[in-house]
C-alpha cells in the first residue's frame, strides 16, 4: 500500500513531520492521525460497519484497517498515544490482537494533585498487527483540556482561559491553561461524580429501575433526560428539599458526607463504588417528594436547575479564590457538562465548549449582590445580573399556591429556580 507520507516528512529535523497515532480504547472508541500538528482523520468505531453507539475499540485490527483507509501504513506511524483511563495510580483496558486478549495499563482518570495534568507520562508496549510497540499514555482528563482549548477561539488568539472538565465518574476540576502550552490545577470544585444527573433517571420518570447498577451502564440516559425535563417545572420547594440531601449525603459535616468524600475521590466508576453513594441520595429525595403531589417530570426538571446553579455558584467561587476578579475566559468540557449547563442563557461572556461556543458566565453576581424577590410580591419574572430568568414565587405546580403555616420553606438565596424557557433576544 502507498503511504502519503511524503519524502521529506521521513526524517525528523526541524523541517520534519512526525505522525502520531491516537487511540481511545473505551467507550466512543476512536482511531486519529495527526501529521506534525495537522488533524489526518478521527474515526470513531460506531461508525465503521454501523457499529452500536457507544462502541469501544477493542480489536485492535481496526487499527490498520482504519489507518489503510487513509493510505498509511503502521510502519508509518512515529509514534502511539493512547487515552487514559479509571483509575487512582493507573488506568486499565482490555483489548484483543490476532485473536488474542491482552489487559493493558494505561495513565489515570486524571492527576489527583495541584500537578500540570500534562507534565508526565505512562509508558507502555501494547500489541498490535503481531507485533509489540511502544505507546505513551496521558491522564485522560488531559484529552478534555487540550480538547476544549484548543478548538476555541482563545487559542489561537493566544488568549489564557479557565477550563472547566466534569466526566462521567470524575469531580468537576478546574484548571488554567496558559498560551504557552503551561496548565495548572485548582483540583476539584465539588465533591459530586458527572453521572450524578442520568443516575436520576433510574429514579424518576420513565426509564426508572426496581434494581440499581453499581456501574454507569447506559450512557444514553442523559441526553433523554434533557429532553424529558421540558414536560415537568422546576419548583422551589423540591430545589429545597434536593439541596438539603446533597447537603446531607455529599458536602455536609455530618459522618455521612464525611464518609463519602473520605473514600470517593473521582477516578471512575470501574475503579471506585461511586454509584452506590448516588442511590441512597435519590432514594431520600424520592421519599420526602412523595409527599406532595409533585411529578416525576417536575422532580427531574428542578433537579437540573439545582445541578446547575451549583456548577455555576462553585466554579465561580472557585475562580475568585483562585485566580481573583475576572473576566476570565472559560472553556469546558466533558460528558457530564453537555447536560448539567445546557439549558440556560447566562448573558454576555466570553465562552467556548467542545459542544459548540455557548454563552456561559466568567465570573456570576456574588450571591450577597442579587436582586431578592419579595415573598409577598405578586407571581411575575425578573432577571438576574446573570441573566437569569427567576419566577418571583414557584411552588410545586400541581399544589395549591403555599399559605401562610403551610411548612413551605423559602429557596436558598443561592439557588434560584431557573425558567426552563429559553428567553427571547430582546427580553432585559
Aim: hydrophobic share 30%; with cysteine.
Amino acid at each position: 500500500m502507498t503511504s502519503h507520507r511524503s519524502p521529506q516528512n521521513q526524517t525528523h529535523g526541524a523541517d520534519g513531520k512526525f505522525l502520531t497515532c491516537g487511540l481511545k480504547l473505551t467507550h466512543d472508541g476512536t482511531v486519529a492521525l495527526l501529521d506534525g500538528r495537522d488533524l489526518v482523520f478521527s474515526v470513531e468505531v460506531e461508525k465503521i460497519r454501523n457499529s452500536p453507539r457507544y462502541s469501544a475499540l477493542e480489536d485492535l485490527s481496526l487499527v490498520p484497517e482504519i489507518l489503510g483507509t487513509f493510505g498509511y501504513d503502521l510502519s508509518d506511524i512515529d509514534e502511539f498515544v493512547i487515552d487514559g483511563w479509571c483509575g487512582r495510580i493507573t488506568g486499565q483496558a482490555t483489548v484483543q490482537d490476532q485473536g488474542q486478549r491482552h489487559q493493558l495499563s494505561l495513565a489515570p482518570y486524571h492527576e489527583g494533585g495541584h500537578l500540570d495534568p500534562f507534565s508526565t507520562s505512562h509508558k507502555g508496549r501494547f500489541p498490535l498487527g503481531g507485533e509489540t510497540r511502544d505507546f505513551r499514555s496521558f491522564f485522560h482528563v488531559s484529552s478534555h483540556i487540550a480538547s476544549a482549548y484548543a478548538t476555541s477561539p482563545f487559542a489561537p488568539n493566544r488568549e489564557p482561559a479557565l477550563s472547566l472538565v466534569w466526566d462521567g465518574g470524575m469531580f468537576p476540576r478546574l484548571y488554567y491553561v496558559e498560551p504557552s502550552g503551561n496548565i495548572s490545577s485548582a483540583g476539584p470544585v465539588f465533591p459530586m461524580i458527572g453521572h450524578f444527573y442520568a443516575t436520576a433517571g433510574h429514579h424518576f420518570g420513565p426509564w426508572r429501575r426496581t434494581s440499581h447498577s453499581q456501574t454507569a451502564d447506559d450512557l444514553s440516559v442523559a441526553g433523554k433526560l434533557m429532553a424529558y425535563i421540558a414536560l415537568g417545572e422546576p419548583g422551589h420547594e423540591i430545589i429545597d428539599i434536593i439541596a438539603e440531601q446533597f447537603e446531607a449525603h455529599f458536602t455536609g459535616g455530618g459522618s455521612r458526607a464525611r464518609t463519602y468524600r473520605s473514600t470517593i475521590g473521582g477516578w471512575g466508576t470501574e475503579q471506585e463504588d461511586s454509584m452506590t453513594y448516588l442511590h441512597p441520595f435519590y432514594g431520600d429525595v424520592r421519599r420526602q417528594v412523595e409527599r406532595s403531589s409533585c411529578s416525576d417530570e417536575d422532580v427531574l426538571a428542578s433537579l437540573h436547575v439545582f445541578l446547575q446553579n451549583h456548577l455555576v455558584e462553585e466554579t465561580a467561587r472557585r475562580a475568585l479564590e483562585w485566580k481573583g476578579d475576572g473576566p476570565w475566559n472559560l472553556v469546558f468540557s466533558g460528558g457530564a457538562l453537555s447536560t448539567s449547563s445546557g439549558t440556560a442563557d447566562f448573558g454576555p461572556t466570553r465562552c467556548s465548549a467542545t459542544y459548540g461556543c455557548r454563552r456561559f458566565p466568567t465570573i456570576p453576581v456574588p450571591r450577597s449582590e442579587r436582586q431578592q424577590s419579595d415573598s409577598s410580591s405578586g407571581r411575575g419574572a425578573r432577571r438576574t445580573s446573570t441573566g437569569m430568568c427567576v419566577p418571583d414565587r414557584i411552588s410545586c405546580p400541581r399544589r395549591k399556591s403555599p399559605t401562610a403555616g403551610s411548612g413551605y420553606r423559602a429557596v436558598p438565596r443561592s439557588w434560584p429556580a431557573t425558567c426552563m424557557r429559553p428567553r427571547s433576544p430582546s427580553s432585559s
